[in-house]
Every structure is written in structure tokens, then in C-alpha cells.
């Protein structure tokens, strides 16, 4: 069975600019979330999202946004790019979010910013 | 809001010797706990969790973590192990009752494993 998947693996971008993160949960998963992990740092929490509608946002700023298609799939998006962005990105999917449901991790997305 | 402290960022230890990966957290709330293992270059697996009742839980790859709530531990330990399990260990705690599951991550401890 396929996990979560991410794309890209990698990307480098250069700061100003934005970037679209793309994720694909697990099939039957309908709540996606999404993390930041700088390195030497554990992940923080930026999104999570379930059947489309925004559950709850960590403290990131307003250039950090997210949706949920229909299929399940997300989008993070990051406007206006600063070198403190540079991060794995991970997306994580569970069946419904909620507290006592196993969250799976995808390999995280590695963005570089220069 | 919580916060989660992983007190050694490495552990060096030989093979098929024992190990124990601290943990400590500190929350206003009741939470759940977690420890989760990142292999290089792929996402985080879970090892095991604790929700509710017997202090001691068993994970996968024969890691167990008992639940002290007066020290406000969740300590990992495993009694022998292999070069397998070098990666990066992180300890978590999600807030009880929210509705949603918002992990709070450790800054991670990372076992090296030597013959």
C-alpha cells in the first residue's frame, strides 16, 4: 500500500519568492497536517486540515497558507520566502485527525532558500 | 501550551547493549505521549504512544516507555540493541481533548549504534 507522498523532494528558491508544497495521503485518510522541521530541531506544527475546512494553524505567519481538495490531497503554500524557511517539510495524514488517531508521515519536501 | 524536553541530543552506545532515551514534557493540560524514530532521509514512524492505563507501553522493534506523572517522564528504553536502530528519536506530546491532533515536538536525540 502507498504511504504519503510528497512533492518535490527538494527545491531551491531564492528569497522573495513563493513555493507550493503538494501532499497525498494515505487512501481512506481524510485529515492532512502539515509540519516544519529546521534542522537540529524537532517538526512544529503549521496546519491541519480535515474534509477541507481548516482544523487548526501553529504560530506561523499569515505568508504560510494552506487547502484540502476534494481528494484528500493538500497544498502548503509560503509567500515571500526568507532564508529562515529553509526546512524539511513533512505532511502527515490520519482517518480523521483527531487526538487518538495514528498519524503517518511522508518523507518531507526539503526546501532550500538562498 | 506544552513543551517537550529530550535531554540528551546524542547517545552513543554498542551494539546489543542496552539504552534509555530521556524524555520530560510540561503541560497546564492532560496529554497524550509519543515517541516517534526518523530514519535518514524519511518521515516519522511511531513507536508507541500513551493514551490511557498502564504506565508501561510496548512498541515496535522492542522499544517500550513507561509514563511517570509525577516526574512528568516518558522515557524510552530498549534492553539490547542493534546497528538497525541508529536514527533520530523524538518524544511528543498532543493536547487531550482538542478535537485535533497537534503534536509538540522535542528537539530529538540521536542514538548511534557501534559494533
Known amino acids: 500500500d502507498a504511504g504519503v507522498t510528497q512533492s518535490p523532494t527538494h527545491l531551491i528558491k531564492t528569497r522573495g519568492q513563493h513555493v507550493t508544497l503538494r501532499c497525498s495521503p494515505i487512501?481512506?485518510?481524510?485529515?492532512v497536517s502539515w509540519y516544519q522541521q529546521v534542522l537540529g530541531q524537532g517538526p512544529q506544527f503549521i496546519f491541519q486540515?480535515?474534509?477541507?475546512?481548516?482544523?487548526g494553524r501553529g504560530n506561523f505567519p499569515d505568508r504560510f497558507s494552506a487547502r484540502q481538495f476534494p481528494n484528500y490531497s493538500s497544498e502548503l503554500n509560503v509567500n515571500a520566502l526568507l532564508l529562515g524557511d529553509s526546512a524539511l517539510y513533512l505532511c502527515?495524514?490520519?482517518?480523521?485527525?483527531?487526538?487518538?488517531?495514528?498519524?503517518?508521515f511522508g518523507p518531507g519536501t526539503r526546501l532550500t532558500v538562498l | 501550551a506544552q513543551s517537550v524536553t529530550q535531554l540528551d541530543s546524542q547517545v552513543p552506545v554498542f551494539e546489543e547493549a542496552p539504552v534509555e532515551l530521556r524524555c520530560n514534557y510540561s503541560?497546564?493540560?492532560?496529554?497524550?505521549l509519543f515517541w516517534y524514530v526518523q530514519y535518514p532521509n524519511q518521515g516519522l514512524q511511531l513507536l508507541l504512544k500513551y493514551l490511557s492505563g498502564s504506565t508501561l507501553v510496548k512498541g515496535i522493534n522492542g522499544f517500550e516507555a513507561e509514563f511517570n506523572k509525577s516526574q512528568t517522564s516518558f522515557h524510552l528504553r530498549k534492553p539490547s540493541v542493534h546497528i538497525s536502530d541508529t536514527a533520530e528519536y523524538f518524544c511528543?506530546?498532543?493536547?487531550?481533548?482538542?478535537?485535533?491532533?497537534?503534536?509538540?515536538f522535542g528537539t530529538g536525540t540521536r542514538l548511534l549504534v557501534s559494533p
Open positions: 486540515y480535515y474534509e477541507k475546512e481548516e482544523r
Open positions: 503541560s497546564s493540560v492532560s496529554v497524550y
Open positions: 487512501s481512506g485518510h481524510k485529515s
Open positions: 511528543a506530546v498532543s493536547e487531550r481533548r482538542t478535537g485535533f491532533q497537534k503534536l509538540v
Open positions: 502527515a495524514s490520519s482517518f480523521d485527525g483527531t487526538e487518538l488517531s495514528e498519524q503517518f
